[in-house]
Nanobody, 122 residues
């Protein structure tokens, strides 16, 4: 079992930055891909970014955040991060981290954190 906890959410002005953290316990993330998803009010959960935990740490992003968000990981801390820059009002959502086989689909992730709220004021 893997337990995930997100942190770092909050209120930020449009154009500002936030860094989200996803800390895992129970097992190392070395066998998984870690993804970030978000759910805006009234919308379905959508893919944001993902990173492989192996050497090289390949990443991929949703088009809507490419160039503004950066996903990284710290293996020693068993933690993944999502650096969010140039935030827009439409980035407002609850952000979730997840671990699993990985991809862009919700169903490819087995473990989920409870989420952290990100609010962007315009």
């Amino acid at each position: 079992q893997v337990q995930l906890v997100e942190s770092g959410g909050g209120l930020v002005q449009a154009g500002g930055s936030l860094r989200l953290s996803c800390t895992a316990s129970g097992r190392t993330l070395s066998s998984y891909r870690v993804g970030w998803f978000r759910r805006a009010p009234g919308k379905d959960r959508e893919f944001v970014a993902a990173i492989s935990w192996g050497s090289g740490g390949s990443t991929f992003y949703a088009d809507s955040v490419k160039g503004r968000f950066t996903i990284t990981r710290d293996s020693a801390k068993n933690t993944a991060y999502l650096q969010m820059d140039s935030l827009k009002a439409e980035d407002r959502a609850v952000y979730y981290c997840a671990a699993g086989v990985g991809g862009t689909l919700v169903r490819t992730y087995k473990y989920w954190g409870p989420g952290t709220q990100v609010t962007v004021s315009s």
